[in-house]
């Protein structure tokens, strides 16, 4: 079964940092473009960062982008979101979501997610 | 960036009914529109994608329609296990975006 399991969010203070991970497994992980989306406490998804196959290229939203980094090791079969400079409103639960094939920008499966809440 | 507005928010029917749900972009998007299925708890599932194709598993009684700004996704017959949130999702371009969703309510 293809599956994607997140892990390293928790609390943090503003201005904190943070990593989390997704570990992906029943397919072909470096051949698949990734995405983090995150979900907030109002139940609004917002599209974080996506990365291509091989790494070489990435995009970000507006509003992490200079803060947040995604990066993937295909050799782990992992993605990872490193998040830095948090403030309060990065509050969420973020999930770790594939293509259903590369550049399609269609997101299936997703992860369970992981929740990030970020104190001031 | 492209918005996305979905109406209803919510809406109560009852099982057997048929329900429909729109989506609404700020600009063109050609087909570039995807549903996905949201119940308490769990993550996002992929329903349909381009607008009208049904992602492997999802039953029939999900289809989409629509092209350009406006959009639909209609369940034919509301089964139990169908009641939950709906959201959209433009695959246009980056920012990727979803509408606010719909909730399904039992009446």
């Known amino acids: 079964d293809v599956q994607l399991v997140e892990s390293g969010g928790g609390l943090v203070q503003a201005g904190g940092s943070l990593r989390l991970s997704c570990a992906a497994s029943?397919?072909?992980?470096?051949?698949?473009?990734m995405h983090w989306v995150r979900q907030l406490p109002g139940k609004e998804l917002m599209w974080v960062s996506r990365?291509?196959?091989?790494?070489?290229?990435?995009e970000y939203a507006d509003s992490v982008k200079g803060r947040f980094t995604i990066s993937r090791d295909n050799a782990k079969d992992t993605l990872y979101l490193q998040m830095n400079s948090l403030r309060v409103e990065d509050s969420a639960a973020y999930y770790c979501?594939?293509?259903?094939?590369?550049?399609?920008?269609?997101?299936?499966?997703w992860g369970q997610g992981t929740l990030v809440t970020v104190s001031s | 960036d492209i918005q996305m507005t979905q109406s209803p928010s919510s809406l109560s029917a009852s099982v057997g009914d048929r329900v429909t749900i729109t989506c609404r972009a700020s600009q063109t998007i050609s087909n570039y529109l995807n549903w996905y299925q949201q119940k308490p708890g769990k993550a996002p599932k992929l329903l349909i994608y381009l607008a009208s194709s049904l992602q492997s598993g999802v039953p029939s009684r999900f289809s989409g329609s629509g092209s350009e700004t406006d959009f639909t996704l209609t369940i034919s017959s509301l089964q139990p296990e169908d009641f939950a949130t709906y959201y959209c999702q433009q695959s246009r371009s980056p920012p990727l975006t979803f509408g606010g969703g719909t909730n399904v309510e039992i009446k």
């Open positions: 990365i291509d196959s091989d790494g070489s290229s990435t």
């Open positions: 979501v594939r293509d259903i094939y590369s550049g399609s920008y269609n997101f299936d499966p």
């Open positions: 029943g397919f072909s992980f470096r051949s698949y473009w």
